[in-house]
């Protein structure tokens, strides 16, 4: 996470997202990085409040701050949620705080959150086929994964972040932007399959356990980190 190793704070989570996580990263892709950091805890007190997101493009590198990674995860928001769920080898940084975050990974989780966020994702994939045709398969290639991961996740309350089948989703992306219309049915749907199927997960996240877990960090960093 070379951007952000001179500024304060602690990287507790940090792994490979995106494309090549997906199995999707062709030659002239980019390697995407995420990660959960904390910040002393006073310094979340005072007038000059610290930056909760740090993001690079060289490398690409987007960094939470714990409080506000976990406000995305309560709000099943699909990028931050792979976070949770990634392969083993992929995980760059995984600190003790990192990886309870990691075993309390479904208590972030609710049947309608997750539902609405992560078709709400891929209508916004939907928008955009007509508006770049040099993006159009890129967009369609991630509308299928939306629709495919969150389904999964809702029906039966495990995602996984590995396709097993990544040449069937390039199919996808090249026939649909040939054709956007064509993504219309599969997104109704999946809507569909949504409405008609009963959730593995919960109606509520479990906000206890994720509170326990950033008052354990702001304990931790309550100056500047474990220890001082």
Sequence with gaps: MEPFNNEPGTVLLAGVVGSTAYGL?????????????SVPTLSLLGLDAPALSRVSTAPDVTMHEAGKAARLLLSANPTVTELLWLPADIYEQRGQLGAELIEIRSAFLSAARVRDAYLGYASQQFRKLPGRPDRAAKHARHLKRLLDQGFALYATGSLTVRLDDPDSYRAF?????????SARPVLADVQDRFDRTRSA??????????????????????????GS
Aim: hydrophobic residues 40%; charged residues 35%; negative net charge.
């Design 25 to 37: 990263a062709g030659p002239e892709s980019d390697v995407d990085r995420l990660g959960v950091f």
């Design 173 to 181: 992306g090249e026939r649909t932007a040939a054709d956007p219309e």
């Design 201 to 226: 997960l919960p109606a509520e996240p479990d906000r206890d356990r994720v509170q326990d877990w950033l008052l354990r960090v702001r304990n931790a960093f309550w100056i500047s980190g474990p």
